[in-house]
């Protein structure tokens, strides 16, 4: 499995912006499909936002569209976060995750569609 390590949350205020980075490890990383959930306090994982093995298709939360930019580089085996216009709603632990792209020709949406993750960062909005 790939390895995955994300860095770059914080204390923000809102309307602020931070950018967070997914370092990948271990395996080929343009293989992988990638996305980034968020899991609040008490509540459930969600997708936030994904990307396909080569970048040409991104998913976004509806929550999170026009805010929020995924992206990758391969060449860098990182997939990165950049989120803007940060509200408190935002706050959560970010995860990444990879799935493999070699048996499948669609990037899912759901958390268990992914098979690596990382260890996640907290990422906190102040009002």
């Known amino acids: 499995q790939v390895q995955l390590v994300e860095s770059g949350g914080g204390l923000v205020q809102a309307g602020g912006s931070l950018r967070l980075s997914c370092a990948a490890s271990?395996?080929?990383?343009?293989?992988?499909?990638m996305g980034w959930f968020r899991q609040a306090p008490g509540k459930e994982r969600n997708v936030v936002a994904t990307?396909?093995?080569?970048?040409?298709?991104?998913y976004y939360a509806d929550s999170v569209k026009g805010r929020f930019t995924i992206s990758r580089d391969n060449a860098k085996n990182t997939v990165y976060l950049q989120m803007n216009s940060l509200k408190p709603e935002d706050t959560a632990v970010y995860s990444c995750?990879?799935?493999?792209?070699?048996?499948?020709?669609?990037?899912?949406?759901?958390?268990?569609?992914?098979?690596?993750w990382g260890q996640g960062t907290q990422v906190t909005v102040s009002s």
């Open positions: 271990g395996r080929t990383f343009s293989n992988y499909h």
């Open positions: 995750a990879a799935t493999p792209s070699l048996y499948i020709n669609y990037v899912p949406s759901s958390p268990t569609g992914f098979s690596s």
């Open positions: 990307i396909s093995d080569i970048g040409g298709r991104t």
